[in-house]
């Protein structure tokens, strides 16, 4: 294994949701161990102050839920990265509204889907061949810890989650053997630009049920999700790893 500063020295990384929150704070760390990271956003303008924060070598500036800009995206990043890409981590997301299902807007559950379900297998299938290709690959899936237990008011956002997390284990189960490993993280809520869709009364609800009594830091997911991305994570795929402050039960 490397020592732990150069961690990543000679990898390279795409991080969707790269722009702000715990995708820009898994890119800063993965620069500072050695690693050339790609960002891919759609806020163009926080892009570009997240490539001069983090050092990120790179920036694209895409919607994740079209199929097509992740695949013209993907082609760019490996030419750019030298023709590999050797970690994924997946943190676009979105929360969508806060209301009961019976009230629930239509549209917000299809937005939501198409970013944090549809965005994110559409990045995992597009990037996956050229990890194979390679014999080496980490994949990182941003789920929640909604995803296991489910929030009320938050049915979309709890759903795509536990998606993510059926996707993320058949994904790793594919490819256990194969070089490439597959995790997701859950993690409860914490510090992130993402609260601002939220109402703060949902945000006072789900600090509620952190047994910590506070919120994550973004840097302590972050370190979890760069352990999942790095070379020591060897022998654990398929699984969760939750950064929940013993909110998770299972």
């Known amino acids: 294994m490397k020592a732990y500063a150069d961690r990543f020295a000679g990898r390279t990384a795409v991080i969707t949701g790269g722009a702000s929150g715990l995708g820009k704070a898994s890119a800063a760390r993965i620069v500072a161990e050695g690693g050339r990271v790609l960002l891919w956003d759609r806020d163009a303008a926080a892009l570009s102050a997240a490539q001069e924060e983090t050092g990120a070598a790179g920036i694209c500036a895409l919607d994740v839920s079209d199929f097509s800009a992740v695949s013209d995206a993907a082609a760019r990043s ?135 009594g506070r919120l994550g830091h973004v840097a302590e997911s972050a370190a979890m999700v760069c352990f999942m991305a790095s ?3 060897s022998f654990t795929t398929a699984a969760t790893f939750d950064t929940s402050g013993g909110r998770t039960t299972f």
């Open 78 to 212: 490996a030419e750019l990265l030298g023709g590999q890409i050797d970690v994924l981590i997946c943190s676009a997301g979105i929360t969508g509204a806060t209301a009961p299902v019976h009230e629930y807007p239509v549209e917000s559950w299809r937005a939501v889907f198409d970013v944090n379900v549809n965005g994110l297998f559409y990045c995992n299938r597009a990037i996956l061949p050229l990890m194979l290709e390679k014999g080496y690959g980490r994949i990182v899936n941003v789920a929640s810890v909604a995803g296991k237990e489910g929030n009320p008011n938050a049915s979309a956002y709890s759903a795509s989650k536990a998606a993510v997390i059926g996707l993320t284990k058949s994904l790793g189960k594919e490819l256990a053997g194969k070089g490439v490993i597959a995790n997701a993280l859950t993690p409860a809520t914490f510090e992130s630009p993402i609260l601002q869709q939220l109402p703060q009364s949902q945000v006072d609800y789900m600090r509620s049920k952190i047994p910590m």
């Open 231 to 233: 070379e020591e994570c």
